[in-house]
């Protein structure tokens, strides 16, 4: 087993056991800041392959603590931040990160701005992938809501427009458009995946990412049937490049990546006397070119990966919650079993999961999972995972929770 | 001809149905400016979707313990646990500010009497005394 950092995860369970599960207001003047948080501790072991971590041997490299506070200074006008923690595998570390800092004012229902560093709409579950606490399962589906590339997906340096309209008799349309900047670490796990693409050192080294600009839209529909609800989301990221060191032979020298990313999604979600039922498509396409870092162009590059899943829950206690899902990716949309590929098995990852969610208290939940998995496209660790095929293998997942 | 008179009578059975009253009390802090809401109102309150009175003070949503559930769900749409994961997602996500917790229709009143823009559905019968009962239509 691969406990990593053990003394910040029991400080910060005890921290929160401690705290009555009660949230934290704190007076200034007339007005009242709220605080809030979550520590969540996970345990993942694995058959064949190391997934997420060192799971082969059983790993509890898997948690996230959040803290945030939100206060409304003034009318229609309302601040929040959030600071953040996690770790997954080689991704995270527990480095502290400010996952969001905005301010917003909202004129009326159908018109709000919010600034700052904002978390980015995407589907059902990009914006909260991190909540343990708002959902069933313990691993979304991965193809979609990559746990390691919560960099990449979850937050931008911008803005965001948001509202409401009311459809009369055809239900209501809410929307979100945002426009900002990513910041992809080095040590991230977008540059975690890219890495294990390249030669081993010394012959290539990653370099770095590129402060990107990204520009999308979320648009639901929740219909007249109560609890139906129906979206779409798109968006591109504008020049994407990362950069990479080469060694002799080939080098010294240096080359870069630059692409853009349109992508793409659909989710229909229903909640009706305890169940849901979710499914979702999700797409990206990436077109660009591999050049020297003097922009001598090398050669065109392209892939468009997709992925899409179904999933279904019922709350049968106030304490029990059962889900299932079902969820299929692709890295090559015209190539979806490999053919003629190096590992044939690295074009997909199938994966049917069955999650049991405990509410023991009001402030703590407890989630057990099992899942079966043929392919090898999600794992991008060759070091880890040297020989790879098409076999089924299982995934077990445990994992914690303690919110206030 | 028989679907020209199922129909009609189809939409006044579910009109009907969305009419009835809701069972419990709704209370709101005495400086809301509010004196009535609508059942769509209300229940835009309880989701996150208006999140400010008319005049731009914050709502505060108050939830009043285990015997007001039945009325808050009749009110939002939503099971007890279904409330409760919906405001988890908005406010870690920084969308919105979640629902105080009171342990019953006593303390809720309380809190809702010293909160400002602080709203409440409290069991059907409860004291409302301190706080402003809002019509419901």
Redesign the interface.
């Known amino acids: 087993m691969t406990p990593q950092n053990p003394r910040i995860s029991a400080v910060c369970l005890a921290l929160l056991a401690g705290s009555t599960a009660t949230a934290w207001d704190l007076k200034l003047g007339e007005k009242t800041a709220s605080f809030h948080g979550f520590a969540s501790q996970g345990f993942l072991a694995s058959t064949d392959y190391d997934y997420l971590g060192r799971s082969r041997d059983g790993s509890f490299e898997f948690n996230e603590f959040g803290l945030n506070t939100s206060i409304s200074p003034f009318n229609r006008t309302r601040i929040t931040a959030q600071a953040f923690t996690f770790d997954v595998g080689n991704v995270g570390n527990y480095e502290l990160i400010l996952d969001y800092a905005s301010i917003e004012y909202t004129v009326n229902d159908h018109v709000g701005f919010r600034g700052g560093r904002v978390r980015r709409p995407g589907g059902i579950y990009n914006h909260i992938q991190d909540v343990d606490l708002a959902r069933t399962a313990i691993l979304l589906p991965q193809g979609m809501y990559d746990a390691r590339w919560r960099d990449f997906s979850t937050s931008i340096d911008g803005g965001l427009v948001f509202g409401s309209f009311s459809l009369g008799s055809g239900g209501a349309l809410s929307y979100e458009a945002y426009a900002g900047y990513m910041n992809l670490s080095k040590e991230g796990g977008v540059a975690r995946i890219l890495e294990n693409g390249l030669p081993p050192a010394p012959i290539g080294g990653f370099s770095g990412i590129d402060k990107s600009l990204i520009a999308g839209a979320q648009l639901w529909w929740n219909t007249p049937v109560d609890g139906l609800r129906f979206g779409v989301s798109g968006g591109q990221v504008f020049d994407f490049t990362w950069h990479i060191s080469v060694a002799p032979p080939f080098g010294p020298g240096g080359m870069k990546t630059e692409v853009d990313i349109p992508f793409g999604q659909v989710s229909l979600e229903y909640q009706k006397d305890g169940w849901t039922f979710q499914t979702e498509y999700y797409s990206y396409k990436t077109t660009g070119f591999d050049m020297l870092e003097n922009g001598m162009i090398l050669a065109p590059t392209s892939s468009q990966p997709d992925v899409w899943y179904v999933g279904l829950s019922k709350r049968l206690t106030p304490w029990l919650e059962l889900g299932s899902y079902y969820t299929e990716y692709f890295t090559d949309v015209d190539n979806r079993g490999g053919v003629g590929t190096a590992v044939p098995s690295d074009a997909f990852q199938k994966d049917a999961a069955l999650s049991a969610r405990f509410d023991i208290t009001d402030w703590w939940i407890f989630k057990l999972e099992g899942h079966y998995i043929r392919g090898t496209g999600l794992l991008h660790s060759s070091t880890l995972n040297p020989v790879r095929n098409d076999d089924g293998w299982w995934l077990f997942a445990a994992k914690t929770t303690l919110s206030f | 001809m028989k679907r020209h008179i199922l129909f009609p009578g189809l939409f006044a059975l579910l009109s009907v149905l969305s009419c009835v009253a809701l069972d419990g009390v709704v209370v709101v802090n005495e400086a809301v400016p509010a004196t009535q809401l609508t059942a769509g109102a209300l229940k835009?309150i309880l989701t996150g979707?208006?999140?400010?009175w008319d005049?731009?003070?914050?709502i505060n949503i108050v939830t009043a313990g285990e015997k007001a559930d039945a009325a808050l769900e009749q009110a939002s749409?939503?099971?007890?646990?279904?409330f409760k994961?919906h405001w988890?997602?908005l406010?870690?996500?920084?969308?919105g500010?979640?629902p105080?917790?009171a342990d019953d229709a006593a303390k809720a009143l309380a809190l809702v009497a010293s909160t400002?823009g602080a709203i409440a559905i409290l069991p059907a019968g409860s004291d409302t005394k301190g706080a402003k009962s809002l019509a419901i239509q």
């Open positions: 835009d979707k208006t999140m400010y005049g731009g003070a914050a749409g939503m099971t007890p646990s279904a994961t988890q997602r406010a870690f996500s920084g969308r500010q979640p105080k917790k400002k």
